[in-house]
């Protein structure tokens, strides 16, 4: 009896879990299929280096790296504002909270996981941006340092929990040898934990990193919208995603216009395929390196 | 779900055919701009003919077109005239597109209620959108710089206004390129050195809807086309409408129709 219905239930999961890859591979094959048309159009280096984005304009222009500096400029500020937060908080938990004050502290980081990106850019657009505007006395406030403020709080519970994982899979001898040594409690912390974390919090900043190249509702709505090549935080830009988001809807089926958002999805494809490889590789080495196996 | 859905879908279907003797589905697709005008005659037709079953959607005048070019939609709406690259893919599949003016639009323009100026001519706005004019001070204004809110050059507003008002010439890359006509409502009225445009109906007291060329954005003049920045929304259909499309086309033209334009926020054509 037993045999028979793990007969059905393996090929069951095996192929559930296939499943995904055929999603991948699916996306992976049409973004390439409805992307690569453009270079017929322009070539590579017209396309990720030209400076004027007009896909609309007779003739159109297509380069798309005001829309890239527009990402990575939002990225290193979300980074810059995430980095020291989420961190921080992770150690917080970990080493000096509380078991009651963990308990509590922890779900309340995870539930900003759990709302709603547009919510985020809701309130950026409404309460933000205009206080942003008056304190600073700027044109706009819908600019690059909202929107990396606000991706910045987004990406605090990603870092947060994996960082946090880092640190809890430091095996307890270190720590016991380090005390044993006389080392205290900061020195031990400093220089013992940090560093035998390094390559966890390395991945939970990557993975953030992650996160905030792919948000796409909430730059839409705070980072202003224009695609010019950024040269102060307080200058609007305009993120990849939010472009193909804003034009994709009105982007005449099959033309050119069409198929170079295709391809800004393709580039945003490979820079979060990047980043990911790169967290998995650090955290394999890390991992190999405590002596935990694979 | 689905599968349910569909199958009360064909169970009304059923059941309408056996009462009515005929059930007919009409697909309306394409602008944003024109679905508030597709969504009340829609409704309105639907009540006064209950054999008949149209479902509306939007997603931007460009899909609309695109899906009456694969028919599948039975109506397009657009916020803009179809493409010549759209009527050549059109014709290629077999698929005569048919214009239908069915609403006037105006596009106003709009500062924040603090600035002075109230006129601006077409020639000084054009100067302001494609970056030639970047100070409110080059056309009389006090000295601080124009925060220039624009459509995003994907939709049917931003191409009308590039049409009228830049002559096609190219947006500066500064400006700000906003989702929706909310949008840049919004933001004007926060920002005080804001210029941006919108549909007749986002007027607001929280915002100034300056005269183009001394002319006011009012239903009048933009029916009169004396208001420079005017134009139309239009349904296609795939040949001459016939049937049940011909009568909701012409239903949304009678003075019936016209008055849930008017509803809608944009001008009927009487």
């Not at chain 1, 403020?149 to 307890?172: H, R």
């Not at chain 1, 020195?187 to 390395?202: D, E, F, K, M």
């Not at chain 2, 007027?203 to 003049?221: H, L, M, P």
């Not at chain 2, 009678?254 to 009487?270: H, R």
Request: aromatic share 8%; charged share 15%; hydrophobic share 50%.
């Amino acid at each position: 009896m037993k045999l028979k219905s793990e007969k059905i239930i393996k090929p069951v999961f095996g192929g559930l879990a296939f499943a995904s890859l055929v999603f991948l591979l699916g996306i992976i094959l049409i973004l390439f299929q409805q992307g690569l048309p453009i270079f017929g159009v322009v070539n590579l280096f017209e396309f990720v280096g030209g400076k004027a984005w007009y896909p609309t304009a007779e003739p159109a222009e297509f380069g798309i790296l005001p829309l890239i500096l527009g990402t990575l400029w939002i990225t290193l500020g979300a980074m810059l504002f995430c980095i020291p937060v989420g961190i921080g908080s992770a150690l917080f938990l970990h080493e000096i909270a509380g078991f009651r004050l963990r308990s509590i502290l922890k779900p309340i980081i995870e539930i900003l996981a759990g709302i709603p990106s547009i919510v985020y850019g809701f309130f950026g657009m409404v309460i933000i941006a205009p206080f942003l505007q008056n304190l600073l006395d700027i044109p706009i406030g819908q600019c690059a340092l909202t929107a990396s403020l606000i991706l910045g709080v987004m990406a605090v519970p990603t870092v947060c929990s994996l960082a946090e994982d880092a640190l809890n899979f430091v095996p307890k001898s270190f720590r016991e040898a380090s005390y044993a040594l006389g080392a205290n409690r900061w020195q031990t912390l400093t220089r013992v934990v940090i560093p035998a974390a390094g390559s966890g919090i390395s991945t939970a900043i990557i993975l953030g990193m992650s996160r905030v190249v792919g948000e796409t509702m909430t730059v839409l709505m705070v980072a202003g919208g224009a695609a010019v090549i950024p040269k102060s935080f307080l200058d609007p830009v305009r993120p990849m995603t939010a472009t193909i988001a804003a034009e994709m809807g009105e982007a005449v089926v099959g033309s050119p216009h069409y198929h170079a958002l295709f391809a800004i999805g393709l580039v945003l494809f490979i820079i979060t395929m990047a980043f990911n490889v790169i967290a998995e590789i650090i955290s394999r080495n890390y991992r190999l390196k405590l002596g935990l196996g694979r | 779900m689905k599968k349910l859905f569909n199958t009360s879908i064909l169970i009304l279907a059923i059941a309408s055919l056996v009462v009515a003797g005929e059930a007919v589905k009409i697909r309306i697709e394409g602008s944003t701009t024109v679905l508030p005008i597709a969504q009340l005659s829609a409704e309105e037709f639907m009540n006064a003919n209950p054999d008949v079953t149209i479902s509306v959607q939007g997603g931007g005048s460009g899909v609309g077109i695109a899906s009456l070019i694969d028919k599948t939609c039975d109506i397009a709406t657009s916020s803009r005239a179809m493409k010549d690259d759209e009527i050549k893919n059109a014709i290629a599949k077999g698929v005569t597109p048919v214009a239908h003016i069915v609403a006037m639009d105006g596009i106003a323009v709009i500062l924040h209620p603090s600035n002075k100026i109230n006129n601006l001519t077409v020639e000084q706005i054009r100067k302001i959108y494609t970056g030639k004019i970047s100070n409110w001070k080059e056309v009389g204004g006090e000295d601080k710089k124009i925060v220039v809110l624009s459509r995003d050059t994907a939709s049917g507003t931003f191409e009308a206004f590039s049409k009228l008002a830049l002559n096609d010439e190219k947006v500066r890359k500064d400006a700000l390129m906003n989702a929706s006509n909310q949008a840049i409502a919004t933001t004007v009225e926060r920002t005080p050195g804001a210029i941006g445009y919108v549909g007749i109906g986002y007027i607001s007291s929280k915002v100034k809807a300056i005269t183009v060329e001394n002319v006011t954005c009012t239903k009048k003049n933009i029916l009169t086309k004396t208001y420079p920045l005017s134009r139309p929304l239009f349904m296609y259909t795939n040949g001459k409408p016939k049937g049940v499309v011909k009568d909701f086309i012409d239903f949304i033209l009678s003075a019936e129709g016209q008055e849930l334009v008017e509803t809608a926020g944009y001008i009927g054509l009487k």
